[in-house]
């Protein structure tokens, strides 16, 4: 039996001026990045608000407030003072999720509903403040966290 290699070449980057400017741009400048990552986060909020969410609603939610505490831990200025208030509605998120897995349905209580606004309006402004580099960096601190799994399960699977 032959040993399998261990050596994976690197991509080359063809442009890699390109890649290091659009590093620096602020994320809520982008069309794509920015806007349509808002857009999607708040559709998510609205299905489940109206009854409508389902469990990608779910977990689109899920990834934008775990992606605004990672975002916390690579520069305080993106809202470290908003920590308690994450924490508060990843809560809110997993109850939510908890209680719509059981139930088949979807759907915030008054307080759970007024801790994720208040976190969506943060990540909001975390979008529009951070780099494509930093928001890179929270994506790679979020996949840490669930391939170690440091997070909640919501649904446990034997």
């Excluded at 998510?44 to 689109?60: E, N, P």
């Excluded at 349905?105 to 208040?118: D, I, L, S, W």
């Excluded at 402004?125 to 996949?143: F, P, Y």
């Amino acid at each position: 039996m032959r040993k399998k290699s261990k050596y994976k070449p690197k991509g080359v980057r063809l442009d890699a001026v390109n890649w290091v400017l659009a590093g620096m741009k602020k994320v809520g400048t982008l069309p794509t990045a920015g806007v349509g990552l808002k857009l999607k986060n708040h559709e998510a909020l609205d299905s489940i608000m109206t009854g409508q969410g389902t469990r990608a609603h779910v977990d689109v939610l899920i990834h934008a407030v775990n992606m605004a505490e990672a975002l916390i831990r690579i520069r305080d200025d993106l809202g470290a003072d908003w920590a308690t208030e994450i924490r508060a509605a990843q809560d809110a998120i997993f109850t939510m999720a908890k209680r719509g897995v059981e139930k088949n349905r979807f759907a915030f209580t008054g307080p759970e509903m007024t801790a994720v606004r208040v976190v969506m309006d943060v990540h909001d402004a975390q979008l529009d403040d951070c780099t494509v580099k930093e928001l890179e960096k929270a994506l790679d601190i979020v996949e840490e966290e669930i391939r170690l799994k440091k997070c909640r399960a919501i649904v446990e699977i034997a």
